[in-house]
């Protein structure tokens, strides 16, 4: 027997009992002729003592280095006093070996496990080594509470696991595709699915009612923390329910397992707000809502001007000028170094963002007089008011302008907020998630001159008139809801088109012919045509929650074995070269190897 308990769990329940125990050497320590050894399993640490008086057990033991793997029997009695450790489940207690067994020696590891400035290129070649991180094991086993706890309210609420397939057809899902060659159908491709978005809704046609699965993911995309090129998602679908009905219930899941896995009660009804008010309020469709800043609209006040940065914008049909306003940005302890708003402009301009003007507010009360900005010049006396009245601005703010498309100044101003409110310490509580609801049906792609859906092609619409979806796309809500938790997606979905004469429509809008909607979704328009029932349902991103949950900053630290930034496994040093056999047999013949794409691409989308 190579256990009885586990490191972890020995405790004073257990004194005076002889328990085996075995795991690896956390730390070896000799004092004065008794070694003391910290030996770790998954369960946590437990300290064993080797005493000198059984002299073939204590060489063995004076061996011993770390990470080597053991085997250990003893008496579990108290520590003695003045060196008990409150702060582990076993500090009270030791073992007293009395018989061990090195099961296997190791080699000195390439990091020590108690080093958190190892780099991750390193961390993820000994991945192995680094899992034994109690850190990083106690993240995995939350992902195992997570995924077990969302079964259980899945099976105990009506819904079927069940699997749909990993080889499919390719399929426009936004990103593109893995492929695999066929070697039965010679110049044929299978697709790796990025979700399993057509087989769920069939299952709904097939009556199944209510589906969930864990399913893999796989999108050939751009990588930043957190996405990868596999990820695991919690896949639902329901039918013959209400948006309404699906967002309760989908609360009723996210609430349940964040009172079973962290003991955290979340708000109950969780808030909405639509689309285009997170945009205007917070230049982001994921509002992080724990931080108490808003972007304040100012085109109507600087339309006229001198300064053009200005004035272009806020006449412009597709321009936004607005305002962040920092409170205690400019004050004179706590407030930001000409340095700190130089790094801002510069993070800014990741974003496309052409630089970022700012108003130090020094006296609210005096004005135009009270204030501190190379722009004031160019700003009217009513202009100046009207942006101190609608900031609310106090002696010692911060005012921060965005002027550009209204895309760049949503994403750069959005991002800026984020930032502040985390540099500044302005993120207020622990938990804060938002449903996003009455999304665009599409928006419009000025370089290619088409519509795009905004989720996907299959989601429902508001309106349900086909003719009107293809008159007004531009006006077109759809029944779609994103769950966001902390200004992070980590889930989305919607209402689905059921009617075949509606998703003709919705095709015909994004531009998708008759020939090619039946190439590639044929499958799909069939099934709608043979009784489809209304149906809706949602997709978690199991990676991102747990990251969240475990208060990890990518979600390569809740991912066994992750994949980099540049979509290489650094452990198997995958992907790799495919034998000259294997090409043959496909009949794939190899062109020069483009350029790698550079990994600092990945890391600027990262930020």
């Given at each position: 027997m190579y256990r009885s308990h586990y490191c972890g769990v020995v405790d004073t329940d257990l004194l005076d009992q002889t328990v085996t125990v075995s795991g690896w050497v956390n730390r070896r320590r000799d004092h004065g002729g008794v070694i003391f050894i910290d030996l770790r399993d998954r369960e946590g640490v437990l300290q064993v003592v080797f005493d000198p008086d059984d002299a073939t057990m204590f060489a063995q033991a004076e061996r011993l280095r770390s990470e080597f793997v053991i085997k250990v029997t003893g008496r579990v009695r108290h520590r003695p006093e003045g060196t008990a450790n409150d702060k582990l489940r076993t500090g009270q207690i030791e073992v007293l070996a009395t018989e061990l067994d090195v099961l296997n020696v190791a080699k000195t590891p390439p990091f020590p496990l108690d080093d958190d400035e190892t780099g991750e290129d390193v961390r993820l070649k000994y991945r192995y080594i680094d899992l034994r991180r109690p850190e990083m094991a106690?993240?995995?086993r939350l992902r195992a509470q997570v995924a077990s706890a969302l079964r259980r309210f899945m099976d105990d609420n009506g819904f079927l696991d069940i699997e749909t397939p990993i080889l499919t057809r390719?399929?426009?899902e936004g990103a593109r595709d893995y492929l695999v060659p066929s070697r039965t159908y010679p110049g044929e491709f299978f697709a790796l699915p990025q979700s399993p978005q057509l087989f769920k809704q069939l299952l709904m046609v097939a009556g199944m009612d209510r589906y969930y699965q864990f399913a893999r993911c796989f999108r050939d995309e751009d990588l930043r923390a957190d996405r990868q090129p596999e990820f695991t998602q919690l896949d639902i679908e329901t039918s013959f329910q209400s948006m309404e009905e699906i967002l309760e219930i989908n609360e009723q899941m996210i609430r349940s397992v964040f009172k079973a896995t962290l003991d955290v009660e979340l708000p109950e009804p969780f808030p909405r707000m639509a689309y285009a008010e997170a945009m205007q309020r917070f230049g982001s469709d994921k509002p992080d809502l724990r931080i108490d800043m808003?972007?304040?609209?100012?085109?109507?006040?600087?339309?006229?001007?001198?300064?053009?940065?200005?004035?272009?914008?806020?006449?412009s049909d597709d321009g936004r000028v607005v305002v962040l306003?920092?409170?205690g940005g400019a004050a004179e302890q706590g407030g930001l170094t000409r340095k700190q708003i130089d790094d801002y402009t510069a993070y800014v301009g990741r974003y496309g963002a052409k630089g970022l003007a700012y108003v130090k507010v020094n006296d609210a009360a005096a004005g135009r007089d009270g204030l501190q900005s190379p722009i004031l010049k160019f700003l009217s006396d009513e202009a100046i008011a009207g942006v101190l009245e609608r900031t609310a601005?106090?002696?010692?703010?911060?005012?921060?302008f965005g002027a550009d498309k209204a895309a760049v100044v949503n994403?750069?101003?959005?991002?800026?907020?984020?930032?502040?409110?985390?540099?500044m310490g302005r993120v207020e509580g622990d938990w804060s998630p938002l449903w996003v609801v009455d999304w665009p049906m599409f928006e419009w792609d000025g370089r290619d001159n088409r519509w795009q859906a905004l989720h996907h092609p299959f989601t429902a619409p508001v309106n349900q008139d086909p003719e009107a979806l293809k008159n007004n796309p531009g006006e077109a809500l759809s029944q779609a809801y994103d769950l966001v938790l902390n200004g992070v997606e980590v889930g989305g979905g919607s209402l689905r088109i059921h009617s075949p004469a509606l998703q003709s429509a919705a095709f015909d809008v994004l531009g998708i012919s008759e020939d090619e909607a039946r190439e590639k979704f044929g499958f799909l328009l069939d099934a709608l045509a043979y009784g489809a029932p209304p149906h809706g349902g949602i997709a978690y991103g199991l990676d991102r929650l747990v990251m969240l949950m475990a208060g990890a900053s990518s979600i390569r630290d809740v991912i066994a074995f992750p994949k980099t930034q540049s979509a290489s496994c650094l452990l198997t040093e995958a992907p790799g070269d495919a034998a000259p056999a294997q090409l043959r047999e496909l009949g794939i013949k190899l062109r020069a190897?483009?350029?790698?794409?550079?990994?600092a691409d990945n890391e600027t989308q990262a930020q």
């Open positions: 106690e993240r995995l390719s399929t426009p808003e972007l304040v609209e100012i085109a109507d006040l600087v339309a006229d001007a001198e300064f053009k940065v200005f004035s272009g914008p806020a006449k306003r920092v409170p601005a106090e002696s010692g703010d911060l005012l921060f994403d750069a101003m959005g991002a800026l907020r984020v930032k502040l409110g985390h540099d190897k483009p350029a790698p794409a550079d990994p």
